[in-house]
């Protein structure tokens, strides 16, 4: 979509782009899309006005584009292959090839905003994020802001956007069983040595992830078209009962850190 310019918002839920219509009039409406990149869970679309869009898809959103092509991505519904708008349709961005990129987003905890892209690194809780697990000059970052978390389950720690950012539940169950180290364990009882393996393990899983077509389900579409299946990539989660792919053992089911949580009781003692 970089390059295009955006004719016309839609807005069929004010909650999801909580914006004054006088705002998105003269900050969104005719600007061209001169970037798109990631910050933590956060996408950011750049805008030639000086002004970027900023959107987190929560638990349900998702990004779907209608055009000469139908592609998109986010939490697996059957709104990504529906004819557009439906009803998670919240938000509608109408380009100026005839496209329209739509925000769906079923329980509504997602949103869109628009604000001044220097204002974009400044904003609280994007200026308080941990380094990216894809920055691998983040390393000392990471390890200077999960040592202060010493008491805290390492899992815990992993899903702290602000010890690390951008990991979730998935990729953090993932990175555990790849470093053999107990989700439960608190964070003082792991080495450097550990920290470092767990912080590459976590780019590992991400690049592995991307490569196979993301997280999402059977519905999933990249942005080259390609269907995605439905986490190819995971050698624990969701996969208790099954055996362990690196020792045969049984993989188990608890909770840690409020959410369930799957490893290989023999590779990641206690
Ligand atoms: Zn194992």
Not at 73 to 80: Q, R, V
Not at 176 to 185: D, F, G, I, S, Y
Not at 191 to 211: G, W
Not at 214 to 229: H, L, W
Request: charged share 25%.
């Amino acid at each position: 979509m970089v390059g295009r310019r955006i004719e016309a918002v839609e807005v069929f839920e004010a909650k999801s782009f909580p914006l004054e219509p006088g705002a998105i009039v003269t900050w969104v409406e005719g600007a061209r899309l001169t970037a798109a990149r990631r910050r933590a869970k956060l996408l950011i679309l750049d805008l030639d006005d000086d002004y970027s869009l900023l959107g987190h898809l929560k638990m349900t959103g998702q990004m779907v584009v209608r055009g000469a092509e139908d592609w998109g991505g986010g939490h697996p519904t059957d709104s990504l292959l529906a004819h557009l708008p439906d009803r998670s349709t919240r938000v509608a961005f109408h380009l100026d090839d005839g496209s329209r990129l739509f925000f769906n987003d079923q329980r509504k905890f997602g949103w869109i905003t628009a604000l001044p892209t220097a204002d974009v690194e400044q904003l609280p809780f994007i200026a308080k994020l941990g380094p990216e697990p894809l920055d691998p000059a983040g390393f000392a970052d990471f390890r200077r802001r999960i040592e202060r978390h010493g008491r805290t389950s390492i899992k815990a720690a992993i899903l702290n956007q602000e010890i690390v950012a951008g990991v979730g539940n998935i990729y953090a169950d993932e990175s555990l069983w790849a470093t053999r180290l107990h989700p439960a364990r608190p964070v003082a009882e792991g080495s450097a040595r550990k920290l470092r393996e767990l912080f590459t393990a976590a780019a590992d899983v991400m690049n592995l992830s991307i490569e196979l077509g993301g997280s999402t389900d059977r519905n999933y579409i990249d942005a080259e078209g390609r269907k995605g299946s439905y986490l190819t990539f995971a050698r624990v989660f969701r996969r208790d009962g099954l055996p362990c792919p690196r020792c045969g053992q049984i993989i188990r089911k608890c909770r840690v850190a409020g959410r369930g949580t799957h490893y290989c009781p023999v590779c990641q003692r206690r």
